[in-house]
């Protein structure tokens, strides 16, 4: 085996509230050794993909992205239940959920989705069925209404 997945496969320090320093040292070490302390250290925001990204760009964007959630993850599996509090998982809310504005236009794409949704031929009533459930799903995980009315509605066993 070699050095690089015998260090990805070594358990981080876990930080039970005392001691922070040393913790600190050796989560420090850890997240070098993991090619992770970047991403901590300088805190970079990911920018989005240009309208026509090259190759070598979409690989930086994949492992920019990729090196920043490996982070997040190592630091947040490395804090004990008795410190993991709310403010973490508000935290996690706020960076991954967005805004009101942006849950709200995800919310305008999906119903237009939704409203554009065709039964082709080839597909079952299952299928579109659980495609439409998918979509009101999606709708409802943003905290937005979605009656289940408008899914039966466009049922195709149901158009006159």
């Not at 050794?33 to 979409?58: C, G, R």
């Not at 964007?61 to 990729?66: A, D, F, G, M, Y």
Request: with cysteine.
């Amino acid at each position: 085996m070699d050095i690089e997945n015998n260090v990805s496969q070594m358990s981080p320090p876990i930080f039970d509230g005392e001691n922070y320093q040393a913790w600190a040292v050796r989560m420090t070490v850890h997240l070098e050794a993991s090619d992770l302390w970047q991403a901590i250290d300088e805190d970079y925001e990911v920018t989005p993909l240009p309208a026509n990204p090259t190759m070598a760009q979409m690989k930086l964007h994949k492992e920019k992205t990729l090196r920043k959630s490996k982070a997040k993850a190592c630091m947040f599996s490395v804090v004990s239940s008795s410190i993991f509090t709310k403010d973490i998982w508000d935290y996690l809310k706020k960076e991954y959920q967005g805004n009101e504005r942006t849950r709200n236009m995800q919310t305008l794409n999906l119903i237009r989705e939704f409203e554009m949704m065709k039964m082709n031929e080839a597909e079952t009533i299952k299928e579109y069925s659980n495609t439409l459930l998918g979509i009101a799903n999606k709708i409802r995980l943003l905290d937005k209404d979605f009656p289940y009315d408008r899914i039966v509605k466009k049922n195709p066993c149901n158009l006159t």
